[in-house]
């Protein structure tokens, strides 16, 4: 986890969604959460089990004290080319509402993350 951590840090062009993913399972317990995303009439609402890639990175990020940028990394290409380079599209609305509002618009019901047991 510390090489991630070191590399969003460093390096964040070469980070991949899948490789935060694999991270994220291998140290921590995941329990779907509810969150939101934004702020006002913008807030994107995220049921229980829909979005878990996202709340998996976000809920990760703020136990690490990610700042935004390092936060946005961690979405691999799907920021970097999805979002970045179709600036207009309106897929991947979590990281979109993420880059406009960045930590004040993150609200999880619970924390979806428990670090393993050893």
Not at 43 to 69: Q, V
């Amino acid at each position: 986890m510390e090489a991630l951590i070191h590399r969003l840090k460093t390096s964040p062009e070469s980070i991949a969604f899948e490789k935060v993913i694999e991270t994220i399972n291998k140290h921590y317990d995941f329990s779907p959460a509810a969150f939101t995303n934004g702020l006002g009439n913008e807030t994107l609402t995220n049921a229980i089990g829909t979005n878990e890639g996202s709340c998996r990175i976000f809920s990760f990020a703020k136990t690490h004290a990610l700042s935004e940028a390092e936060t946005l990394a961690c979405f691999g290409n799907y920021y970097r080319i999805d979002v970045l380079q179709n600036p207009d599209n309106v897929d991947h609305m979590n990281i979109r509402n993420f880059m406009k509002y960045g930590w004040v618009g993150i609200n999880f019901s619970v924390d979806p993350l428990i670090t393993k047991s050893a």
